[in-house]
């Protein structure tokens, strides 16, 4: 790569792309990459305030910036994502399908620490629909050393994906209501509405609903019933307090094979409670579900309906950034 003055590279190829911005008017690529000045071509090179232009000459040992950002979306892309690009160095990951982003942070780290190079990304767990650009990535030099993109490759190998869309599987949930006062028909059901909200985005055929009082035996023989009945996911609501009519987390500790938590460090929602019992994921939802627009159980469902398996790791990790309100 060597600086001509543009009025000497007509028959010459341009080494990267040249934008024009008009603000408020245009922003975008009028030279390609590789492109063949004319001489027709240098009014519009000299509007664009180029009076000097790189022409291509690639020494070995070299990339130049795109085959640099085509190699590492390459390297990092997982299923259910397509790159577009490279436009103006830059190549971005898009989403397939609508799912659940998945990204290996130490991976993504270990590849932006090697130097000249940028991935970026949106926040793992993350909700994407089809279509949204979820990465984008770019050699920061027009050249670069071919042995920084060997090892980011090498990087994204041991972690494999580095990023990835998980698809929302299809799931039979069954809800399950406990507290005296709605069984006895004292106060209205606000549970059921709510949580049939907060899956109706998602592929959940809700089995049913059961109202059960306050006994751990009820609250334990309607969870029983829904595992009969095929249920993937089941959501146990109210009596998630240390209040001694609260007998929701016992009935689910009871049951459970594994109890991955009762309790964590995210606002609204901190008494939420989740175990597994055989595989089949049990949430333990408190009143804040009701009330509040954002609580715990909207940041795990989506893990949840995507076939990602919680891990007490994870919930302890949530205390950063885990104040929704």
């Not at 390297?75 to 989403?95: H, Y």
């Not at 932006?112 to 629909?129: C, F, P, Q, W, Y």
């Not at 089995?207 to 095929?230: H, M, N, P, S, Y």
Request: negative net charge; proline residues 6%; aromatic residues 4%.
């Amino acid at each position: 790569m060597r600086e001509v003055h543009v009025r000497d590279a007509i028959g010459m190829r341009l080494a990267h792309d040249l934008t024009r911005i008009v603000p408020g008017e245009f922003k975008g690529r009028v030279f390609q990459k590789g492109h063949v000045i004319r001489e027709e071509d240098i009014p519009m090179l000299l509007d664009i305030g180029k009076e000097h232009i790189y022409v291509l000459e690639i020494p070995p040992g070299q990339l130049h910036e795109e085959e640099a950002a085509i190699r590492l979306a390459n390297a990092v892309s997982g299923d259910n994502l397509t790159s577009d690009g490279p436009s103006e160095g830059r190549v971005d990951l898009k989403a397939t399908i609508r799912g659940l982003l998945k990204v290996d942070t130490e991976a993504l780290w270990m590849i932006n620490s090697i130097g000249e190079l940028a991935v970026v990304t949106r926040k793992t767990d993350t909700v994407v629909e089809t279509g949204a650009m979820v990465a984008a990535m770019r050699a920061i030099p027009l050249l670069i050393e071919e042995q920084k993109i060997i090892q980011a490759e090498t990087t994204a190998r041991m972690s494999a994906p580095v990023i990835t869309v998980l698809p929302f599987r299809h799931t039979k949930a069954g809800i399950i209501t406990t507290g005296s006062e709605v069984a006895e028909g004292r106060i209205e059901d606000r549970f059921g509405p709510r949580i049939r909200e907060k899956v109706a985005p998602f592929p959940v055929d809700v089995l049913g609903q059961k109202i059960v009082g306050d006994r751990k035996e009820d609250i334990q023989t309607a969870i029983r019933q829904f595992l009969a009945q095929g249920a993937d996911l089941i959501i146990c609501t109210g009596g998630m307090s240390v209040d001694p009519d609260d007998r929701t987390p016992g009935a689910i500790h009871e049951l459970a094979t594994e109890v991955v938590t009762y309790g964590m460090p995210v606002l609204p929602g901190s008494m939420m409670m989740l175990a597994y019992i055989n595989h089949v994921p049990v949430f333990g939802l408190p009143g804040a579900v009701i009330y509040e627009p954002v609580t715990a159980f909207d940041l795990f469902l989506p893990k949840i309906l995507a076939g990602d398996k919680v891990t007490r790791g994870e919930v302890a990790e949530m205390g950063h950034g885990g104040l929704l309100k």
